[in-house]
T-cell receptor
Framework: SAVISQKPSRDICQRGTSLTIQCQVDSQVTMMFWYRQQPGQSLTLIATANQGSEATYESGFVIDKFPISRPNLTFSTLTVSNMSPEDSSIYLC???????????FGPGTRLTVL | GQNIDQPTEMTATEGAIVQINCTYQ??????LFWYQQHAGEAPTFLSY??LDGLEEKGRFSSFLSRSKGYSYLLLKELQMKDSASYLC??????????WGAGTKLIIKP
């Protein structure tokens, strides 16, 4: 298993500003992911954070809006840029580990945009 | 396209048994996961199936039929703390995890 921490746990931000969310893992992992979960909805994959190269974004998500850094195998950041109220959501990072590629999740960051 | 279907919501009584179904259509198959997610918390791993049959773990069991593209999660002796969303997810041929929309389980006393 892997232990994952995220900072901040929650934030309230003004429209037009940006927020960077940090994700730290207690061991080196290859696969790291960023998800969004809006109230009452399931998980939506934003992107896969690749170490040493650009992140791989899912349809509907672009680098300008959600820039991602992955400087090493234990850390990643997701920035939500030029925020609007529609970006209010829980943002979760996860890692895949083991032969089963099981995913372990961080506690999430609850973002409210006013 | 890739698709996972599960009921949106189910209601059951404390002490009873409930079965949550999941059907999937994916490009390849490398395993099926069930996760539990309490409101306001992150998903946590419940079970994993890669071969046909039943996997039992305490009060929870998970079944898989690969030929039918079908799985279920069985919860026995329901407790109030089992009220949560249950997410079905399938690993495809690229080892990408495809998520269902989740089933919200409501337990009544």
């Amino acid at each position: 298993s892997a232990v994952i921490s995220q900072k901040p746990s929650r934030d309230i931000c003004q429209r037009g500003t940006s927020l960077t969310i940090q994700c730290q893992v207690d061991s080196q992992v290859t696969m790291m992911f960023w998800y969004r979960q809006q109230p009452g909805q399931s998980l939506t994959l934003i992107a896969t954070a690749n170490q040493g190269s650009e992140a791989t974004y899912e349809s509907g998500f672009v680098i300008d809006k959600f820039p991602i850094s992955r400087p090493n195998l234990t850390f990643s950041t997701l920035t939500v840029s030029n925020m609007s109220p529609e970006d209010s959501s829980i943002y979760l990072c996860s890692v895949a580990a083991g032969d089963r590629h099981e995913q372990f999740f961080g506690p999430g960051t609850r973002l409210t945009v006013l | 396209g890739q698709n996972i279907d599960q009921p949106t919501e189910m209601t059951a009584t404390e002490g009873a048994i409930v079965q949550i179904n999941c059907t999937y259509q994916t490009s390849g198959f490398n395993g099926l996961f069930w996760y539990q997610q309490h409101a306001g918390e992150a998903p946590t791993f419940l079970s994993y199936n890669v071969l046909d049959g039943l996997e039992e773990k305490g009060r929870f069991s998970s079944f898989l039929s690969r030929s039918k593209g079908y799985s279920y999660l069985l919860l026995k002796e329901l407790q109030m703390k089992d009220s949560a969303s249950y997410l079905c997810a399938v690993t495809d041929s690229n080892y990408q995890l495809i998520w269902g929309a989740g089933t919200k389980l409501i337990i009544k006393p």
